[in-house]
């Protein structure tokens, strides 16, 4: 009897060997393979049950993760500003309002950071919307005309809305939308053009929202398929520059943008629907910040208020689409709640410290920003499993965890490992940027066992698709782990 449970736990610990080693063996493969032998590429996994070491290659190399990154902001943010944080943008009334419905005054809408402001995908709440529930507030107390202005207050961050580190070909467009304390619509403005045969160069005919001031210069041709217009313009600017290619034979083809200066434009919606509804303004829309006016609100009074999601859901909505904005915002919301002030800088030593705090090497872990677009950003595999670790062990691992994407389900892995163990298994956050490719995440082996792992490539000679197919092999090897 003893010799027969002896021969079973032998089989069973050289079934797990083998297992293992396939996953070193693929490991092993990877370091002579021709797009990778010039790169720099680390992996870890580990066993979150025994803290047993599947596998690691450069383990401690810090690497450009791209928005692998958001899984170091969004981990910290559920940690340190709670999965039931909201944002509020509140309205305000400062002045007298007579018996005749005149307020003499300023309408104010006060950013609080929200990131899903007027975002009816987000929200729930358009542009629109937002605006009917003001002037339900008004209404509410008698007002008919607004003598004085409508202004937009983002001061709940910093003016600089643009982290350092970001390329300039990103930040006109709508992936490098940046954040600002009263974000509107998803800081996205589209660019309207007529395109006509291929090769022709498209017309320009408008943008939406209307934007008094914008100056556009297009060097768009018809051609290909889809949105290949790339925009150029700094914050504030009234400037932008847009070339590439767009698809041929269209009345109308918009490409998507980011927003110049948000509490300008909310403040401009503002004024002109209030305006189409019947409340004249004899003022005008202000970016209180940008045109030098100060807010006492001990002296307005609030009429109302609109609150965010949760934040469990903001993470959810950050990580499985990689959406640059609102980690961003999750981001700087860390030092606006911990600091009094919403900066870039800030929020990048807060986070770093929460990390090194929990067992990170301070060595191992440099950030630039809290989406990932910056390739300033630097951290190792080492760093990004123990964060997976930490979640792992946390009260706020299944909203960590379910924010993730699903391979072969949904999010920027809804094309991955389908038909293998892997589909429906892997739980995972992608970075993809110009010579950079990573995944981390979690795995399931056949008999239940969880892996976290991280695997990130920079500088790769391969295709992109190339490499995606080798990560997901390795993929598909740890899903395979008895």
């Not at 005149?102 to 919307?129: H, M, Y």
């Amino acid at each position: 009897m003893n010799r027969f449970l002896f021969s079973v736990v032998f089989y069973i610990t050289l079934l797990s060997v083998q297992a293992q080693n396939a996953v070193s063996s693929e490991i092993n493969r990877l370091k002579s393979d021709a797009g990778l032998v010039s790169a720099a590429w680390g992996f870890k996994a580990v066993n979150l049950q025994s803290g047993e070491l599947i596998a690691e290659h450069n383990p401690q190399m810090c690497l450009v993760p791209a928005s692998v990154m958001k899984t170091v902001t969004t981990a910290a943010a559920l940690e340190i500003l709670g999965e039931n944080y909201t944002f509020k943008t509140r309205y305000y009334i400062r002045g007298e309002v007579s018996s005749e419905g005149i307020l003499n005054g300023d309408f104010i809408i006060r950013g609080g950071g929200d990131p899903t402001f007027g975002s009816e995908e987000n929200s729930g709440l358009c542009a629109s919307c937002v605006v009917s529930e003001a002037l339900v507030k008004l209404r509410e107390r008698g007002v008919k005309v607004i003598a004085g202005d409508v202004l937009a207050d983002d001061t709940f961050f910093e003016e600089l809305m643009t982290p350092g580190g970001w390329n300039w070909s990103d930040i006109g467009n709508r992936y490098g939308a940046a954040p600002s304390g009263l974000t509107f619509a998803d800081n996205t403005i589209w660019y309207k053009f007529r395109s006509g045969r291929e090769g022709r160069p498209a017309e320009f005919i408008g943008v939406r929202p209307y934007i008094p001031s914008i100056k556009v210069r297009a060097d768009v041709v018809a051609g290909g398929s889809g949105d290949n217009a790339y925009v150029y313009g700094s914050e504030y600017s009234e400037h932008r520059y847009i070339n590439g290619r767009i698809t041929p034979n269209q009345t109308e083809f918009e490409v998507h943008a980011s927003m110049p200066d948000p509490p300008y434009i909310a403040a401009l919606t503002f004024y002109q629907q209030f305006i189409d509804n019947g409340l004249y303004v004899t003022g005008v829309p202000r970016n209180a910040r940008r045109a030098g006016i100060e807010i006492d609100y001990a002296k307005a009074t609030e009429i109302g208020s609109i609150a965010s999601p949760p934040l469990s859901k903001l993470v959810a909505l950050t990580n499985k689409p990689s959406n640059n904005l609102y980690a961003e915002h999750l981001h700087k919301a860390i030092s606006a709640k911990t600091q009094n002030e919403g900066s870039n800088k800030g929020s990048n030593g807060i986070i770093e410290n929460f990390w090194v705090n929990r067992g990170l090497s301070p060595s191992q872990l440099f950030m630039t920003d809290g989406s990932g677009l910056s390739r300033s950003n630097a951290v190792s595999p080492n760093s990004i499993v123990k964060i997976f670790e930490y979640m792992y062990k946390s009260s706020r691992f299944k909203t960590f965890y379910e924010s993730l994407s699903i391979a072969g389900v949904d999010g920027t892995l809804r094309n991955l490992c389908k038909g293998t163990r892997a589909a429906n298994n892997v739980h995972a956050k992608s970075g993809t940027m110009s010579r950079v490719k990573s995944y981390a995440g979690y795995v399931q082996t056949q008999s239940g066992k969880t892996i976290a792992f991280c695997i990130m490539a920079n500088n790769y000679s391969c295709s992109t698709s190339q490499l995606t197919d080798k990560m997901e092999h390795l993929m598909v090897k740890m899903a395979e782990l008895p």
